[in-house]
């Protein structure tokens, strides 16, 4: 790989020097060395290179402890493999298994002495760390359905699969400007969430007189964080066999031409928002070759990645059952009881969605009544209360040494009084955020929450700004920020305000989106005003 971006160094951040010399991929060959001689010989430019191998440095920096992402493409596992994950989680991660927005699973509390074994016993499973974090493409995620979904038009697991494998630790790409993240899924309702991708496939059909042709149009430029960019659709149609080329040529032209004079401004959104589509197109059809043209949209909405409930499958006599999994948080004892009920009453598949929930898939309907009556499905139960089952957060500054607030207790205990004091018979989802990096993915929610400080009284407290109306269906946009921030122990009562709002304001079977959309958000805002605490001013 000859790096282009070497050319002119002043445009280069630090870090990206220090990639110039150190390949992310070369920490995975140290891992032995570090258990030998432990954290306290790993320098700090070298913890950052552990991104590459799917562990970070967990809160606090200094004490020696990691969290690990495990890669899950489109989501889909085998009861074994969660066995093996219960097992990771109770033997070294102090008996937590977190679910994440990227389908994967996330374990606390690893040391640089367990991280190889762990490492080691995952890659037995078929299970891989490597480029779960780090500045090179991430887990490729998609429709946890795959395969069984009346809803898709192909069936995505082998080119999912494809595409993962070839990016497994290629050092071709194990240095890109930051992370790139791909969805690929052919559900019509947007499972994969693509406009927030940095590249997604959508379904589509090209239809030739004879037989229906069934593709995928492409999104590039999509992402969160502090600075938004919804993805931009490109004017081609990919077929099935194409996706992986498209994948590489879109990779390259990151790698290659994406920005590095600094963290903030380097993700593919940037550079797309410069270049332009047309541009963009004309230099992708200069890797590719020729790629077909138009092609109908066949998207037809959002689901924003939940499966609740018990559906049949494409597959006659067989049925998916949704589960909700509270902030996605099991423990290896929940994870073990899943993977049974997966064995006894289906054929042992199990998918992550988006969301954090879990879906049991290939249940025959006449095992349906008895795997509902397990103690561990009642628990997760596939028909969540609409609050705690539509509410999401990120992991917060329980582990996280970016967030400001803690988050996951907040949210459930939020979501779970709002169940008991609020009557909504259609669900809003909110999704609570401990920093700007949009983990939580706050600008996608019907309510937003994310967290900053404020000072009260003479006295530093965690405070939450809000953002109202996101949506990533036909009609996408991010949600609308507010202005001002609210205590924490005031936000229940600002949300208890929203929802009494909307119920009293809104049409027939008017979505919170819709309903936002039509009125706009300055009726919310002056329902917020009055919970805003003026700032203190700082001492001169």
Known sequence: MSKVWVNDS??????????????GLDIVEKLPDYKESGFETIDTDERSLLKWAGVNVQKPRDAGYFLMRVKIPTGVINSNQARVLATIANDYGQEIVDLTTR???????????????????????????????GDCPRTITGNPLAGIDPDETIDTREIVQEVATYFQGNREFSNLPRKFKISISSNMYNAGNAQINDLAFTPAVKKTGKNDIYGFQVYVGGGLSANPHLAQKLNLFVLPHEVLKVCIAVTTLFRDYGYRKTRRHARLKFLLADWGRAKFETELLELTGPLETGGTDLTRGWNAGYFYGVHPQKQPGLNYVGLSIPLGRLSPKDLMEVAQCADKYGDGSIRTCLTKNLVLSNIPTENIGELLAEKIIKR??????????????????????????????????LAQSLDEKVELDNPIRIHVNGCPNSCGQCQIADIGLRGTKGRLNGKTIEKFELSIGGNLGMNAGFAIPLQGAVPVEEVEEVLKNFISFYNNERFPRESFHDFVSRLGSQAFQELLTPYIEVPELASR
Not at 10 to 23: I, T
Request: include cysteine.
């Open 380 to 413: 997760f139960t596939p028909n969540p209360k609409p609050f705690v089952g539509y509410t999401v957060s990120c992991t917060g500054n329980e582990f996280c040494n970016l967030a400001v607030v803690e988050t996951k207790a907040f949210a459930l205990g």
């Open 10 to 23: 002043n445009e280069l951040s630090d870090f990206e020097k220090l990639k110039l010399v150190k390949d």
């Open 103 to 133: 389908q994967a699973f996330q374990f606390h509390w690893l040391t640089i002495e367990t991280i190889p074994k762990v490492m080691n016993i995952l890659n037995d499973a078929q299970l891989h760390t490597i480029g779960a974090e």
